[in-house]
T-cell receptor
C-alpha cells in the first residue's frame, strides 16, 4: 500500500517566520512530487512540483526532495496570515503514472 | 481559462435516491479522476479514467460508478446513496505536469 505521511499539525508560526512542512513517501518508484494548498472548504491548489533531488524555489516557496531518504519538504519564507491553510503532499506511482497518492495534510496557522 | 467544473456544488439527498455529479474539463486532458475527502482521512481516490471508455477503480470505489463517453466529461454516479457517502467530492483532471481540481461537491445523504 503506497503511503504518503505528513504531520497533521497544527503547525503555528509567527508572521514573517519560515514555515517548514515535511512529508515522507513509501513508494520508491515515485518520481514526481507535489505540494498543494487547501483552504477550508475549497479545492486543493498546486503550489509546487518537484521531480529531481535538491531544491526548487518559486517566490517565497522552496520545495526540497531527497529520494534516498524518501523525503519531501516545503519551506515558506516570510509567512503571511494568508498562508494559513492545510498543505497536502502528493506523489505519483512512478514513470508514466498519472495516479497521485496524497498525504492527509498539515494544517498551518500563521499568527499575526 | 483552464478549468474543471462540477455540478451541483451542494446536494442534500435521502438514502437510496440515485444521483449523478457531473464533471467537465476544458483542457483536453486524457486523465480524470474522482476523490472524496473526509476529516482525518484525507483525499482518497474513488475512480480514475485514462481515456475515453477506459476507467478503473481507485482506493474506495464501493458504492460508486463512473462513465467516460467523452474526453471532457467524467460523471460520478451513486445508484443507491447511503449516509456513509456523505463527504466532500472533488473531480480532477491531469496533464503530464499538473493536476487541476474542480471546486468540489458537498454531498449529504440523510
Amino acid at each position: 500500500q503506497k503511503e504518503v505521511e505528513q504531520n497533521s499539525g497544527p503547525l503555528s508560526v509567527p508572521e514573517g517566520a519560515i514555515a517548514s512542512l515535511n512529508c515522507t513517501y513509501s513508494d520508491r518508484v515515485s518520481q514526481s512530487f507535489f505540494w498543494y494548498r487547501q483552504y477550508s472548504g475549497k479545492s486543493p491548489e498546486l503550489i509546487m512540483s518537484i521531480y529531481s533531488n535538491g531544491d526548487k524555489e518559486d517566490g517565497r516557496f522552496t520545495a526540497q526532495l531527497n529520494k534516498a531518504s524518501q523525503y519531501v519538504s516545503l519551506l515558506i519564507r516570510d509567512s503571511q496570515p494568508s498562508d494559513s491553510a492545510t498543505y497536502l503532499c502528493a506523489s505519483d506511482s512512478g514513470a508514466g503514472s498519472y495516479q497521485l497518492t496524497f498525504g492527509k495534510g498539515t494544517k498551518l496557522s500563521v499568527i499575526p | 481559462e483552464a478549468q474543471v467544473t462540477q455540478n451541483p456544488r451542494y446536494l442534500i439527498t435521502v438514502t437510496g435516491k440515485k444521483l449523478t455529479v457531473t464533471c467537465s474539463q476544458n483542457m483536453n486532458h486524457e486523465y480524470m479522476s474522482w476523490y472524496r475527502q473526509d476529516p482525518g482521512l484525507g483525499l482518497r481516490q474513488i475512480y480514475y479514467s485514462m481515456n475515453v471508455e477506459v476507467t478503473d477503480k481507485g482506493d474506495v470505489p464501493e458504492g460508486y460508478k463512473v462513465s467516460r463517453k467523452e474526453k471532457r466529461n467524467f460523471p460520478l454516479i451513486l445508484e443507491s446513496p447511503s449516509p456513509n457517502q456523505t463527504s466532500l467530492y472533488f473531480c480532477a483532471s491531469r496533464s503530464s505536469y499538473e493536476q487541476y481540481f474542480g471546486p468540489g461537491t458537498r454531498l449529504t445523504v440523510t
